[in-house]
């Protein structure tokens, strides 16, 4: 989804420090990989990085398509709060698969949205393609991995 080259969507004023907790919230225990997922979905729909950071173990790396990748919350939380300020998505989240292990589980995902750049008002259209793997620690599903690509062409 940051292959949009600038995603942006507004956020209020938070620190580094406000968003990077060392502990892994309570309230994503007990749900499914799928659960995990969507609310995954929600929370960047809602622009909210605490939640979307509260999926991820603390050690999660992030795999986009055409730029570096990122491991670690601090990496994470700048990944999404760099860009939530220049661009809106409006799309939804389709569960293509999910494979389901003893501790980990794979889902592929597949997003067509409207993405429109806050400062100019432009509406395009994007096929995001996303993976995520999973893993059990404890109770809680976490992110460890989340790789994705665009592909404009099924848009």
Partial sequence: IHSVHS?????????????????????????TPEQVVLNYAD????????????LYHPSAEIIPDQLSSLQGRDAII????????AISIDGKLQIKSIDRYADCAIVRCEEPAKVTDVGTGQISQHYFR??????????QWLIQYYMFSENDDQA
């Fill in 7 to 31: 995603l942006n969507i507004k956020i209020i004023a938070m620190t580094h420090t406000d968003l990077n907790t060392s502990a892994t919230p309570t309230a994503n225990e007990n749900l």
């Fill in 43 to 54: 929370y960047l729909n809602q622009q909210d990085i605490p939640k979307i950071i509260s």
């Fill in 78 to 85: 700048s990944f999404y709060h760099d860009p939530f300020g």
């Fill in 130 to 139: 996303e993976l995520f793997v999973l893993k059990k620690y404890g109770h």
